[in-house]
């Protein structure tokens, strides 16, 4: 076990980290339902998810299941010129829940937001209106880590300073407020009349900003972004990725407010976090905007495009979601999440607490000290990930309500 920790601090990247690595890891070896079992034989309940994803748990029979059959008839085969059914059935599944009409798959969510990005500047292109190229969004945002994705991000959490010259410049809106105020719809308003000319699409995520702050936004934020779109022939794009399938206790972001966007996209909790694969989505204007244009195709072809294995246990994963009363589980962990986050208001430098759905957040009002408050949260036996100054969870749809409790004792360890 030192030797794997010995070759990984020497050799391996993680997420936001130096090389060498400063922090250990800690090494998993295996885990089940809502629990990673450490190489040292300890067990912890897992708060995250592993960052939205694994809604089911780990190795859920029905998951485990789905990859096992897809294995035995193929791993992978390349989407241009083929096809195959567990990407035909996912894609028509997608459409069916989104109301949108045509899916591209991808591998990853910056690479969804890529590919919507692509979709919304070559509508523009094809429409004659090439100097539509710009993006807004609002501040506090976080849309992936490949470099148009950065350019949304929020501007400093996002460490555009660093990019200076690097990124596309975007307009940005000031973070939306919790409650829908008229001073803001103005602002949102001013801006995109100003910019009109200029944009190709808005993009936000709907009502949960994610790795960019943990806010919550009114839903009815949506529809004023929705109007103000039409009106001022922009697209409007919303990155689901962090919200989509039920994690904020409607199956979407965006059902709250019950608009749809122009293009979406999906990722994280689509595989039920068994591997990596998302999606964009679009409508048909979208589409037929972009075949009609002086390049009628969208120039996008990723290798692993569509891959079998991801696409079998997404759909398998999006079954089993609707196969049960899952809004009744999510409201079951709001309410757990509620009751147990609630004595953290009390904790000397603790700004605020929310809850959203199955979110739960605690802002301190300074830095968290990462590495204290993540063993204050392994010794309580839970795994979070603080950052700046967040301690949040999003546990897994199967967790019990002794799991959540727990998982909330922890975040005030943490946040102690
Ligand atoms: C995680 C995330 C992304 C990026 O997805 P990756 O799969 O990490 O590339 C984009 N947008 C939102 C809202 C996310 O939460």
């Known amino acids: 076990m030192d030797d794997l920790l010995k070759l990984d601090q020497a050799h391996v990247w ?7 690595g400063t922090q250990e890891p800690l090494l998993v070896e295996s885990a089940e339902g809502v629990r990673l079992r450490l190489a040292d034989g300890r067990e912890l309940i897992d708060g995250m998810s592993s960052w939205w994803a694994a809604i089911h748990g780990y190795r859920h029979p029905v998951l485990d299941e789905a990859v096992r059959a897809q294995v035995g008839r193929m791993s992978h085969v390349m989407f241009g010129g083929l096809t195959h059914e567990p990407a035909i059935r996912l894609a028509a599944r997608l459409v069916e829940l989104t109301r949108m009409d045509h899916v591209f798959l991808c591998d990853s969510g910056s690479v969804s937001v890529e590919v919507a990005i692509k979709m919304c500047l070559q509508y523009w292109r094809s429409q004659g209106r090439p100097e539509k190229r710009r993006l807004l969004t609002w501040r506090g945002g976080y849309h992936g880590d490949t470099f148009n994705p950065m350019s949304v991000c929020d501007p400093d959490g996002g460490m555009h300073a660093l990019w200076r010259g690097v990124l596309p410049e975007q307009v940005f809106a000031d973070a939306p407020p919790v409650s ?11 801006l995109i009349e100003e910019h009109a000319s200029e944009l190709a699409a808005v993009i936000v995520e709907p009502v949960v900003q994610g ?5 919550f936004h009114d839903p009815r934020y949506l529809h004023v972004l929705r109007e103000l779109c039409l009106t001022h022939d922009v697209l409007l794009v919303f990155d689901e990725i962090a919200t989509g399938f039920g994690r904020t206790g409607e199956l979407f ?19 039920g976090g068994y ?18 244009g002086e390049v009628p195709v969208l120039a996008h072809g990723p290798t692993f495009m569509g891959n079998p294995l991801a696409a079998a246990v997404s759909l398998a994963s999006i079954e089993l979601l609707l196969s049960q009363d899952w809004q009744c589980e999510v409201r079951r962990i709001e309410q757990g999440l509620h009751a147990g986050l609630a004595p953290a208001r009390e904790l000397p430098g603790v700004a605020d607490v929310r809850v959203l759905g199955a979110i739960g957040v605690v802002q301190l009002d300074h830095q968290v000290d990462m590495a204290r408050a993540t063993k204050a949260a392994v010794d309580a036996g839970v795994w979070l990930r603080p950052f700046r100054d967040l301690i949040y969870t999003m546990p897994p749809y199967v967790s019990t309500d002794d799991d ?12 102690s």
């Open 180 to 190: 829908l105020e008229t001073s803001y719809v103005q602002h949102l308003s001013d």
């Open 14 to 20: 993680h997420p936001y980290g130096p090389m060498p």
């Open 275 to 292: 591997m990596t694969m998302a999606a964009a989505l679009c409508t048909s204007r979208v589409a037929d905007g972009i075949s009609r």
């Open 404 to 415: 959540v409790a727990a998982i909330c004792q922890a975040v005030i360890a943490a946040a």
């Open 211 to 215: 790795a960019g702050g943990m806010r």
């Open 253 to 271: 972001g965006m059902d709250h407010a019950g608009i749809s966007p122009d293009v979406l996209c999906v990722g994280k909790a689509l595989t």
